[in-house]
Structure formats: C-alpha cells, structure tokens
C-alpha cells in the first residue's frame, strides 16, 4: 500500500505498522523522507485515511508549481528529482541517487536520463552541476 514510500517516526508501534503496509522506515529523519511525527493525526485512523494523509505529504506539486510558476507535466522521477534539489539545495550525484532509493553499487543511468530530458525541455540550466554538486538553476 505505501510501497517506495520512505518514511521517518520514532514511535516504535507506527514504525511497525508503516513496515506492514510497505513503507521503507528510516532510523533518523532525512530532507528526504516523510518526517512521519510531525503529521497531526487524530487518534482513531483508518488505513485509508493513513494512506491518504501520507500521500498529500508526499505530494510534491505544490512545489513544482512553485519552482516553474505554473502547472507542469513531469514524469514522477523528474518531480522527485527537482523536488530534492529544492528541498536539500544542492545534492552530489551520489547523495541524489541514496536520496532517491538507488542502490550505490547498481549501474544505472535513470537519473542522468531524467536531468537530460529536463534539461531538454526546459534548457540546460534548469539543473546545474557546479563542482560536483547539482542545483536548482534558472528556468
């Protein structure tokens, strides 16, 4: 139900039922993930009003929206891409890659292939690499 979901609390009960519905559970809170303690939840919650509370806090369109000054279509690894950067203010490729769920020994240019699309579409500055270290440029 919450699968791809990374998700911090340090209630060890919720820790367990986050794990059961197939949330990847943090041990410490990261810019990363959702910071589960800070959700106001009331006492009695059903698993899809759960499902639901988490996925509005995940929901980065807000942001989007805010970064581009408008509504844009973006594949959901290029909203968690500038979502990231936004978020973090700059993240080496490797950092980007832990962020976003990559194992750091797999071989894989999913990442580069979505900075290269982005930029593509909205031009070469959109994500810059400066000294190692990619950030949010200019549109």
């Not at 990374?6 to 993930?33: H, K, M, N």
């Not at 000054?69 to 950067?85: D, E, K, M």
């Not at 979505?114 to 190692?132: S, T, W």
Request: aromatic letters at 8%; charged letters at 15%; a positive charge.
């Amino acid at each position: 139900m919450l699968n791809g979901v990374r998700v911090y609390t340090s209630d060890r009960i919720w820790r367990q039922i986050l794990a059961d519905f197939g949330a990847t559970v943090l041990d410490a809170p990261t810019i990363t993930c959702l910071n589960f303690d800070t959700l106001e939840l009331s006492d009695i919650v059903s698993p899809m009003q759960l499902k639901s509370l988490i996925l509005s806090a995940t929901d980065n369109t807000n942001i989007i929206t805010q970064i581009f000054g408008r509504r844009v279509s973006l594949s959901a690894l290029q909203t968690q891409i500038i979502a990231l950067l936004h978020k973090a203010g700059g993240l080496s490729y490797q950092d980007l890659r832990t962020a976003m769920g990559f194992a750091p020994d797999v071989a894989t240019h999913t990442i580069d292939t979505a900075i290269y699309q982005l930029r593509q579409k909205y031009g070469r500055d959109i994500i810059q690499n400066i000294n190692g270290v990619y950030r949010l440029g200019k549109l």
